[in-house]
């Protein structure tokens, strides 16, 4: 049975703004959740105006979205102002660090090449970086009273290095895939590296967003200094100081304290010069986040909880998400899930939809994660999976690579054309399209149109050069283009 939708967003008649209430969908039996196991938690009405300007894909006009009373989707009691303003002068967050990746050497005796806390040099360490800044805890953010956004993902660091086709062969490694790795398998990959240059980095889908983020928030263009912070799980080995001095220099503070005797949990990028990428991810400590009274407080002092579905592997991480986001919303903020990978969901379908049907009010996807999600084959369209995700999920956000985008509301998706750049690099254009949809909802973007092509252009920029990370004055100017695009109503 279909779901029944407003007849002002099915067939618009008129060009002129017209604002309507969405209220909740009658959901039948069978179309209450794709595996048809359980009803998703109801979502209170969203009040929209609407713009008829024709359709692109199927998809009619712009919906923009308006503040009410009702507890719902961008209007929650956030510590400051969203009304868009320009402010070319005042204080500014120190400068993130500029260079995230540090060029390294294998140490050619390590026997078997795996990271051990007991060696007297940290080959991983920036040359930058003191010991005090590797070692010491996160005060310069103690005085902060609500965090913007709040991550909760995967600790990660990143080793990438080029290799030949023959070095992946040798290793038993089907070139292009993304495989789990134990620690000995781990070792055995990084002694065949021995004497060889990679790059190391504090890596990870959510720590790109968040970075990204922190960069466009780093100036008041358009809105106050943002605070953006991430919790997680780490060692207490040289890795886990790189990471958190890493994003401590990017204005990201890593809030959670190093588990004792923990090994931090590591990726290898392997790039054939075909631009193909072999990943070999070692968990380590990355996937346990255990939800105690330290998580909690920092929960009830933010704006926005954002998931990183990379997390959705462990039962009792399942269960800490869970606690997350439900004191998320008990404490007013809004809670986002990005859906992270395809076998990931796969494995943890269920799980994925108790997080996403009941307590998510956004969804980062890529086309095939989102076709993931709703149970479709490849035949389906990115349109008709952000379709049917909206009407679970208040604010839908598809990336469909070069094709554009989607913004899916309420059974209606908002088609955004791609942002022109020259591809360099699309690793992390996903995760800085979050960080664009992220940043406009904290600056008072309420167009969806709009919060698309913004999104757009962050991915752009990102597209458009060599490494995942935005850059801090490309943050800066595309913020300062944004405020003053956003004090005019156009984007």
């Not at 007991?118 to 003191?130: H, K, L």
């Not at 103690?142 to 709040?150: F, I, N, S």
């Amino acid at each position: 049975m279909p779901i029944s939708l407003p007849t002002q967003i099915l067939n618009p008649t008129s060009s002129s703004s017209t604002s309507f209430v969405i209220g909740l969908p009658q959901f039948s039996g069978a179309l209450c959740h794709p595996s048809n196991s359980h009803f998703p938690k109801p979502r209170s009405a969203i009040l929209f105006h609407h713009h008829s300007h024709g359709t692109k894909n199927g998809c009619s006009g712009h919906f923009r979205l308006c503040c009410s009373q009702t507890h719902h989707l961008m209007s929650r009691n956030f510590s400051h102002s969203r009304k868009p303003i320009i402010l070319r002068a005042g204080s500014t967050r120190p400068e993130a660090d500029s260079e995230p990746e540090v060029e390294v050497s294998t140490p050619s005796s390590s026997a078997n090449s795996s990271v051990s806390a007991s060696t007297g040099d940290d080959p991983f360490r920036d040359a930058s970086e003191s010991d005090s800044e590797v070692e010491e805890d996160d005060e310069g953010f103690g005085d902060v009273e609500r965090w913007d956004v709040l991550g909760l993902g995967q600790a990660m660091v990143d080793f990438s290095g080029v290799v030949d086709e023959e070095f992946l062969e040798g290793l038993g490694l089907e070139k292009g895939t993304r495989k789990l790795v134990n620690h000995e398998e781990r070792g055995k990959v990084l002694q065949a590296m021995d004497g060889c240059s990679y790059k190391a980095a504090a890596g990870g889908s959510l720590s790109n967003s968040l970075v990204a983020l922190a960069r466009l928030g780093s100036q008041p263009a358009g809105g106050p200094v943002l605070n953006v912070a991430m919790a997680g799980s780490v060692g207490s080995d040289p890795l886990g100081g790189f990471y958190r001095a890493k994003l401590r220099r990017a204005s990201v503070n890593f809030l959670s304290a190093p588990v004792k005797d923990g090994t931090t949990g590591t990726v290898i990028v392997l790039t054939t010069p075909d631009a193909q990428r072999t990943m070999l991810a070692y968990q380590g400590t990355s996937s346990t986040v255990n939800y105690d009274s330290g998580l909690s407080s920092l929960i009830s002092k933010t704006n926005i909880l954002v998931v990183e579905g990379y997390l959705f592997e462990l039962p009792d991480t399942i269960k800490a998400i869970t606690q997350a986001c439900k004191d998320a919303h008990s404490h007013g903020a809004l809670v986002a899930v990005t859906a992270s990978d395809v076998s990931c969901i796969e494995r943890h379908y269920d799980d994925f939809w108790e997080i996403i049907g009941n307590y998510a009010d956004i969804i980062f996807a890529n086309s095939d994660e989102a076709r993931a999600l709703c149970n479709f084959s490849l035949k389906e369209s990115p349109v008709s999976a952000t379709r049917y995700l909206s009407h679970f999920i208040p604010l839908v956000s598809v990336t469909d690579g070069p094709r554009g985008s989607y913004i899916g509301v309420r059974g209606e998706a908002v088609y955004v054309p791609p942002s022109p750049c020259v591809p360099v690099d699309t690793c992390g254009a996903g995760d800085a399209y979050a960080s664009g949809v992220l940043y406009g909802i904290l600056r008072g973007v309420s167009d969806f149109k709009d919060l698309g092509t913004l999104a757009a252009r962050v991915a752009a920029v990102v597209v458009g050069q060599q490494g995942t990370r935005l850059r801090i004055q490309d943050a800066v100017e595309l913020a300062e283009s944004f405020a003053f695009h956003l004090q005019n109503s156009t984007i």
